[in-house]
């Protein structure tokens, strides 16, 4: 069973659409989190959530809207996508804010 | 402010020899700090982690890192380096208090192993 995972794993569409990537962890962690991974593979957080609230939302546009229905999902809603949007997003979980996080595969944006 | 540097941006090491990438990070208190792997394609596995303790800390697939308060750095090590190793490694540091608490990447180092 795969501990972090997230759907899809390649997402390629038009600017101006809008997307949602899944995120599930079947760990029992409380924390959840949401990175983006640009092309120089510098990696950077964008949310943070501990039981289902948010705790950290860095300097992410609003187009980009995480909703967690339960400790278990977190999910990545983007509208009105842009052309520097295209990155590999990453979700990662841990048992606690501040502790080892364990990652998903990534899905692969490519806007158009 | 917080912030992690790795100053090695690629690596080239041949298989066999010794291996040492290097952290430094910035920050008023001690942070805890980790070292991932990434493979081409994946995602971030951990490698080791020091929260407190032991300023010597073991990983896995033969990794140790070592933590240094005099010169903020936390540098990882592997005797002899096998060609499976060649990837991407980010130190990370978490930081914070109360409420509000975060974990930093650096840019990374990318390895590369030739035999």
């Known amino acids: 069973d795969t501990a972090v995972s997230q759907t899809p794993k390649y997402l390629v569409t038009q600017m101006g659409n809008d997307k949602s990537i899944k995120c599930e962890q079947n760990l029992g962690h409380d924390t959840m989190y949401w990175y983006k991974q640009d092309s120089k593979k510098f990696l950077k957080i964008m949310f943070s959530?501990?039981?289902?609230?948010?705790?950290i939302n860095e300097t992410v546009p609003n187009r980009f809207s995480p909703k967690s229905p339960d400790k278990a999902h977190l999910n990545l809603h983007i509208n009105s996508l842009e052309l520097g949007d295209s990155a590999v997003y990453f979700c990662?979980?841990?048992?606690?804010?501040?502790?080892?996080?364990?990652f998903g595969q990534g899905t692969r944006l490519t806007v158009v | 402010a917080q912030s992690v540097t790795q100053p090695d941006i690629h690596i080239t090491v041949s298989e066999g020899a010794s291996l040492e990438l290097r952290c430094n990070y910035s920050?008023?208190?001690?942070?805890?700090l980790f070292w991932y792997v990434q493979s081409p394609g994946q995602g971030l596995q951990l490698l080791l982690k020091?929260?407190?303790?032991d300023t010597l800390v073991q990983g896995i697939k033969g990794f140790e890192a070592e933590f240094k308060r005099s010169q903020s750095s936390f540098n990882l090590r592997k005797p002899s380096v096998h060609w499976s190793d060649a990837a991407e490694y980010f130190c990370?540091?978490?930081w914070g208090s109360g409420g509000y608490q975060k974990v930093t990447f650096g840019i990374g180092t990318k390895l590369q192993v030739i035999p």
């Open positions: 990370a540091v978490g």
């Open positions: 990662a979980s841990s048992p606690e804010l501040n502790t080892e996080a364990f």
């Open positions: 959530y501990n039981n289902k609230e948010l705790i």
């Open positions: 920050y008023g208190a001690t942070p805890y």
């Open positions: 020091y929260f407190s303790g």
